[in-house]
């Protein structure tokens, strides 16, 4: 299983179709973390922090083009309103010319075929031609408030932690929240981010990989310093939401669907990904098989 993972962690969910962890749609990991010396009290102060991060930092969008990479459950895909990829697919020559004009280096579109632009793909979008993409065709991008704390340039190497460290701008904006991720029970951290969504917009429901090809669960924590995002793991044979609520900390297995309620505000959450120390495994362990 790797990482002296539990064999019993991949058993599935009893009554549904999600694979989950140690047999539960998603693991609460408050107490968890207490038992590791991990305090969350300074949740509320990190708020203070994100909220004049936000208002004074750029930031980006993600998540624009779930259906054309084939991520969605069948039932859901159009939710994902207007894919990026599938504008890009059918751009004439003179509006490809336009999104060319919008990147940050055209030079590096010499050649380049539209399959190979976006997230995951060789050549990243800029944020003027997100900007373009949304109100010229209505792209959906349904994280708009998007702020990469530790960059990661492709999902799969989320856990690598070599060689990662927080940008110059998480440093000087969100020092308390990266004083805390440095705390948690983590060899090292991969990745980080702050993952906002514009009031009513919904996270559209995805999954990060193959469930028949998963060895073990990625390791990562989510850390909600308020309540309001009602991230849902998705059982797509029963048409079932298993909402995350009442958790200020959470793991669940990302491999299977899950996405966010929309509501009528601004909410976020801290994602942190990397590789879990085996005594904070062996807690995780301890508590939920």
């Known amino acids: 299983m790797g990482r002296g993972c539990d064999a019993n962690i991949l058993r599935g969910v009893p009554g549904t179709s999600l694979t989950g962890l140690w047999g539960q749609a998603f693991l609460p990991l408050d107490d968890v973390l207490a038992d590791a010396g991990i305090d969350l009290?300074?949740?509320?102060?990190?708020?203070?922090?994100?909220?004049?991060?936000?208002?004074?930092?750029?930031?980006?969008?993600?998540?624009?083009?779930?259906?054309?990479?084939?991520?969605?459950?069948?039932?859901?895909?159009?939710?994902?309103?207007?894919?990026?990829?599938?504008?890009?697919?059918?751009l004439p020559p003179a509006e490809w010319q336009t999104f060319v004009s919008l990147a940050d280096d055209p030079d590096d579109f010499d050649d380049v075929d539209p399959a190979d632009v976006g997230e995951e793909r060789s050549v990243p979008l800029s944020r003027r031609q997100m900007l373009w993409l949304k109100v010229r065709f209505?792209?959906?991008?349904?994280?708009?408030?998007?702020?990469?704390?530790?960059?990661?340039?492709?999902?799969?190497?989320?856990?690598?932690?070599?060689?990662?460290?927080?940008?110059?701008?998480?440093?000087?904006?969100?020092?308390?929240?990266c004083a805390l991720v440095e705390r948690l029970p983590f060899v090292g951290v991969g990745r980080c981010n702050i993952m906002g969504?514009?009031?009513?917009?919904?996270?559209?429901?995805?999954?990060?990989?193959?469930?028949?090809?998963?060895?073990?669960?990625?390791?990562?924590?989510?850390?909600?310093?308020?309540?309001?995002?009602?991230?849902?793991?998705?059982?797509?044979?029963?048409?079932?939401?298993?909402?995350?609520?009442?958790?200020?900390?959470?793991?669940?297995?990302?491999?299977?669907?899950?996405?966010?309620?929309?509501?009528?505000?601004?909410?976020?959450?801290?994602?942190?990904?990397?590789?879990?120390t085996d005594a904070f495994r062996a807690l995780i362990g301890e508590r939920y098989q």
């Open 41 to 90: 009290g300074d949740l509320g102060a990190i708020h203070d922090e994100v909220c004049l991060a936000y208002a004074s930092l750029p930031v980006d969008y993600t998540g624009g083009s779930h259906r054309s990479m084939g991520i969605m459950p069948p039932s859901r895909v159009g939710e994902a309103v207007v894919d990026y990829l599938e504008v890009l697919r059918a």
């Open 138 to 177: 209505g792209v959906y991008f349904p994280w708009k408030g998007y702020l990469e704390l530790i960059p990661n340039q492709k999902w799969t190497d989320k856990a690598t932690v070599e060689g990662k460290r927080f940008t110059r701008a998480a440093r000087t904006f969100l020092p308390r929240t």
């Open 197 to 276: 969504l514009e009031a009513h917009d919904h996270g559209t429901v995805h999954r990060d990989g193959e469930p028949d090809e998963q060895e073990a669960p990625d390791e990562f924590i989510t850390l909600y310093p308020v309540a309001g995002k009602r991230l849902f793991v998705w059982d797509e044979e029963h048409r079932l939401s298993h909402v995350v609520s009442g958790s200020r900390a959470v793991w669940f297995n990302d491999f299977d669907y899950h996405g966010v309620e929309a509501a009528p505000f601004f909410r976020y959450s801290i994602r942190v990904d990397g590789v879990f």
